[in-house]
């Protein structure tokens, strides 16, 4: 199993760009996880979804969308990227009632 | 508003001198309670999942206790690749554990 993936590793956006970050999990988990971690803020969650085809908002989730068309893939998307965006995202899953795992992570920064 | 809070914020031991980070929450109704390490430039690791007061579990030289109101890590003789930022989170009353809301962590420094 590789676990949780994310691509890309490292990303460089100028304002107002549009990307999407992917998240795959080949555990066939049910619930998947986006969170963003900056300095001095720890990780705050910015969407979520609890099966294919049902997504929710976390604490910080403006700017971003999501989708879940499949058990294996949780895209996040940026519509126009700000600067106030430059931070580390993390996708996780899991099981009900099981811990979150988390992927390898992505660096962006927004100029 | 259910929070999270960790201390100290570092924390530098020599080799083999052993300590405690603190974890303080509050949320009711805890459905668990969760332990990650972090390397620099990766993404989280589980460590422990605790449920209820006065559960404790132990991995290596790690012993992870709960309380009511608290959890700590005990590093036990420590080593330097126990170095790391060591979270905790609590998923938010009545959320699932996908909801986690997570504490700033203890960036744990142990020298040789």
């Known amino acids: 199993n590789a676990g949780v993936t994310q691509t890309p590793k490292f990303q460089v956006l100028k304002t107002g760009q549009s990307m999407t970050l992917q998240c795959a999990q080949d555990m066939n988990h049910e619930y998947m996880s986006w969170y963003r971690q900056d300095p001095g803020m720890g990780l705050r969650l910015i969407h979520y979804?609890?099966?294919?085809?049902?997504?929710d908002q976390g604490e910080v989730p403006n700017g971003y969308n999501v989708s879940r068309s499949t058990t294996e893939d949780f895209p996040l998307r940026l519509l126009s990227a700000a600067p106030s965006q430059t931070s580390v995202y993390f996708c996780a899953s899991s099981s009900p009632g099981d811990t979150q795992y988390f992927g390898p992570g992505t660096r962006l920064t927004v100029l | 508003e259910d929070q999270v809070t960790q201390s100290p914020e570092a924390l530098r031991l020599q080799e083999g001198e052993s300590s405690s980070l603190n974890c303080s929450y509050t949320?009711?109704?805890?459905?668990?309670l969760f332990w990650y390490r972090q390397d620099p430039g990766k993404g989280p690791e589980f460590l422990f999942t605790?449920?209820?007061a006065g559960e404790e579990k132990e991995k290596e030289r790690l012993k992870a206790t709960l309380t009511k109101k608290e959890s700590f890590l005990h590093i036990t003789a420590p080593k330097p690749e126990d170095s790391a930022t060591y979270l905790c989170a609590v998923p938010p009353s009545g959320a699932g554990s996908y909801q986690l809301t997570f504490g700033k962590g203890t960036k744990l420094s142990v020298i040789p």
């Open positions: 979804s609890v099966g294919a085809g049902i997504t």
């Open positions: 949320v009711s109704g805890l459905r668990g």
């Open positions: 605790l449920y209820s």
